[in-house]
Structure formats: C-alpha cells, structure tokens
C-alpha cells in the first residue's frame, strides 16, 4: 500500500511538486538548500491548516514572508495548495485543498471524494457543502468560516485524524540529555527531544515497547545493556540512566554520546507513534551515529512504517542511501530556485548491479547530490 498521490504547489521553494506512489517508509535525499525541509514543512503546514485553520497554521509558521513562494507572480504568489490521494482503511479518499489570499485574509477551497463519492465541495469559500455522515448526501453551511477546513467537520475520517498528526521531528542531542522537569508532557516526544526522558519513564511500563528498544539500542550501540528511567527526589525531574556490559553502576545520560541519545529519541519518536495514524517526519536521523548503525536504524523505521503510519526521513548520508530500496530513495534538486523531486526508480540504475550510495555520488541518478 501506497500513497497513491501527492501534490504540493506554492509553498517555500515548492513551486510545484508531484509524488507518486510513494510507499510508507520514504526518504528525501540531497544537498543543503535542495528544499528537502520545504517538503517537510509543507506536510507539517497542511496539517496544522485541516487542524487549526488557515489563518492560524500561517501564523504558526512566521507569516506570509516566511512561506509564500518567491517564485510566482501576482496572484500565485499569494496561494498555497495540496492534493493528495490515499487509501485508508479500505476507502480511498481524494482530498485536495487550495488557501487563497494567504497575504491578507485566507480563504479555504477543498473538495473530498470517499470512494469515489463527493464528500466535500467547496469550490467557493462562501458555498461549503459537506456529507456529515455516510446516510446524508451534500447540505450546505451558510456562513461558515472562510479560512476553516470542512474536514476538520469530518473528526471521525481516517484522514482527518492522519493529516492532523504531523511530526517533524528536529532532534536536539543536548537539549534531550538534559533531566525533565516534573511538568514535563508525557503524551507525545517534543520536535526537538526535550521531553525524552518523560516519555520513557511512560513508555517502559510497555513491556512491548521496552523490548523493542533495548533490541534495538544493543543493535545500535553494541554493549549497551541497558537503559531506563529514574525519578529525582530533589525536584521530582526525570533523568534517563544506562548500563554498559561488565558494569555494574549506570550512568546518567550527559555521560554517553549525542549519537547515542539522538539514537534513542528517533527509536522513542517512531515506536511511540508507530499505533496511530499521522506522519512521522525526521530531519537527518544519521547524526553522530555510526554508518552500520544507521543501517538497523533505517531498518527500524521501515519496519514500523505503513500507509496509516507513513514514515519520511530527509538525509544527505551516504550510509542512509546504501540501505534504502529503490522506490524509498527520492532525489531532490534545485533548478533555479525551484524545487524539484524525482524517485530513484525512475532510473535505469539496478541496485543488484551498483550499490545505492555509489549510483548517487556518480550522479547516475542526475541530481539530488548531497553537495
């Protein structure tokens, strides 16, 4: 299972691109200043407007100078639209979604199709009509707010609740070593790691979710044996402790290294999430971490990736590339200050012939160099 399509036109340096068939787990691979983050960003922005709404979502993220595209003119300058085409839990839905007027006032055009069947249609941000249940055809809502999504009517969509948890995931390696304090959320790992200990000393009660981390961590780290949380008396903070083999003290987290705690926290963002629907997105996992390491961590994602959980990861590392497959690796370029993206499978490169990471820095791919 696929997303089946995917369409990002005005936003950043995203000037029009187009996905197909991307599978679950996907990663985004070139240069610094490609546009990698702009993709990601616009996954993130589109969530934050089906949830919040558009006039919100724009303040969220710095205002129309932050997020207009600087290649269109007049009234392009000024839109920002998303198609995307999916199919969950057995139904396949046609979304797509047009902010207008993203300068002054925005306005919200979309229009859903559920099997086919028009759900929502709103080709005038004035005229929202909108199938509340499967039993009731198209009723119009007079008056209702322009810059509002229809689909955050629909709450009970599988792709309202995916749109609507979007994670870009920044990791922070310092900020993550440092103890939690007692108010720190214990619901969902913080974009920069902040709260990662919080979230263990949760999730480790999971005997399934404990398990898969330490198997993970001792593929990862070889020696390490352990790891776990402890609760200070002083002032109630969480701080994240580990055992080495042939020890036996353990050690606070500021001891080990940041590709170990950056290890940890994209293990806790993945296996945390991997139950829910939404889109889990890590900006360069391959950070401080060995190349061979990388290699099981590419595995864990992918194995924890689905088309109700997709997972996309952006890189310029070559040891990232060498593990990934064909269809997972797309190219991102930038032509002239546009954007531009490509999948690997589109090429007459054979992974059984030439190694992944060795096709890309020969350029066989023709773009999306990590340099």
């Given at each position: 299972m696929k997303i089946e399509y995917l369409e990002i036109k005005g936003f950043k340096s995203a000037v029009n691109i187009v996905l197909r068939d991307v599978p679950p787990f996907t990663a985004l691979a070139g240069s610094n200043g490609a546009g990698k983050s702009n993709i990601t960003d616009a996954l993130a922005f589109l969530g934050a407007v089906v949830k919040r709404g558009a006039a919100q979502a724009i303040r969220d993220f710095g205002g129309f100078q932050q997020i207009h595209c600087f290649k269109h003119r007049k009234e392009n300058r000024t839109t920002i639209s998303f198609a995307l085409k999916i199919k969950l839990k057995e139904e396949t839905f046609d979304y797509n979604l047009k902010i207008s007027e993203i300068n002054r006032v925005p306005r919200v055009l979309e229009g859903l199709k559920v099997n086919g069947k028009q759900v929502i249609d709103r080709k005038n941000s004035n005229e929202t009509q909108i199938a509340l249940s499967d039993a009731q055809g198209l009723q119009l809502l007079p008056e209702y707010a322009q810059d509002m999504t229809a689909l955050m009517l629909l709450s009970h969509s599988p792709l309202y609740r995916m749109l609507t948890n979007i994670q870009v995931f920044r990791i922070d390696p310092l900020e993550a070593k440092e103890p939690d304090s007692s108010t720190a959320d214990a619901t969902t790992l913080d974009s920069h790691g902040r709260n990662v200990a919080t979230m263990l000393s949760v999730l480790e009660k999971n005997e399934r979710f404990r398990d898969q981390v330490l198997e993970w961590i001792e593929l990862i780290v070889p020696g390490m044996e352990n790891v776990s949380t402890e609760k200070q008396r002083l002032d109630g903070s969480t701080v994240i402790t580990f055992k080495e083999e042939g020890t036996k003290a353990r050690f606070p987290a500021r001891l080990i290294s940041d590709g170990t705690i950056y290890a940890l926290c994209i293990m806790t963002a993945v296996l945390s999430r991997t139950d829910k629907s939404g889109i889990t997105i890590i900006e360069e996992p391959e950070r401080g971490i060995h190349p061979k390491a990388i290699g099981e961590?590419?595995?864990?994602?992918?194995?924890?990736?689905?088309?109700?959980?997709?997972?996309?990861?952006?890189?310029?590392?070559?040891?990232?590339?060498?593990?990934?497959?064909?269809?997972?690796?797309?190219?991102?370029?930038?032509?002239?200050?546009?954007?531009?993206?490509?999948?690997?499978?589109?090429?007459?490169?054979?992974?059984?012939?030439?190694?992944?990471?060795?096709?890309?820095?020969?350029?066989?791919?023709?773009?999306?160099?990590?340099w």
């Open positions: 961590l590419v595995q864990l994602m992918r194995e924890n990736a689905s088309v109700e959980h997709p997972v996309l990861i952006t890189t310029h590392s070559e040891s990232v590339v060498r593990n990934l497959d064909l269809e997972e690796l797309w190219l991102v370029n930038k032509e002239d200050g546009k954007t531009k993206v490509k999948c690997a499978s589109d090429s007459r490169v054979d992974k059984k012939d030439i190694p992944l990471d060795t096709a890309w820095l020969a350029n066989l791919f023709d773009g999306g160099l990590p």
